[in-house]
């Protein structure tokens, strides 16, 4: 496994997401406790000062799971949000967690339930709230 690359998370996602986790933590187990972790290690920023190239939540992303070759067009969102046929994926899944904080070039490991490990690398984000001054 590859070192995680440093991640960006906005203050507003940081503070929502920290709820979340105290409400729901614990029926998600492993992938509450690596998002925790994510958070943890992220810099954390004011919403005005994300880079528009970086995943937040509500993001429409381009990313690539290295391992397969399979591109995904995905939106990262909170779980009552999720919607796996519409490319809506929840930050309690185990790729929602992972995209959290990427910025476009940046590729995390990143274990998968089946005891795989994939690797995801983001093309570019698509839509970011924060760069159109939008806290969804």
Excluded: K
Aim: negative net charge.
């Amino acid at each position: 496994m590859n070192p995680a690359p440093p991640i960006i998370v906005s203050a507003h996602d940081a503070r929502r997401l920290e709820r979340l986790l105290e409400e729901a933590g614990r029926e998600h187990g492993a992938v509450a406790e690596a998002l925790e972790a994510e958070l943890a290690r992220a810099e954390i920023r004011p919403p005005a000062a994300m880079p528009p190239d970086t995943v937040t939540m509500n993001s429409q992303v381009l990313c690539v799971d290295e391992t397969s070759g399979a591109e995904h067009l995905l939106r990262l969102v909170y779980p009552w949000d999720a919607d796996a046929s519409a490319g809506q994926v929840s930050v309690l899944a185990p790729v929602g967690a992972a995209l959290l904080g990427l910025s476009a070039g940046q590729a995390i490991d990143w274990p998968l339930p089946s005891g795989r490990t994939t690797r995801l690398r983001v093309l570019r984000v698509v839509d970011q709230p924060e760069a159109h001054g939008r806290l969804d």
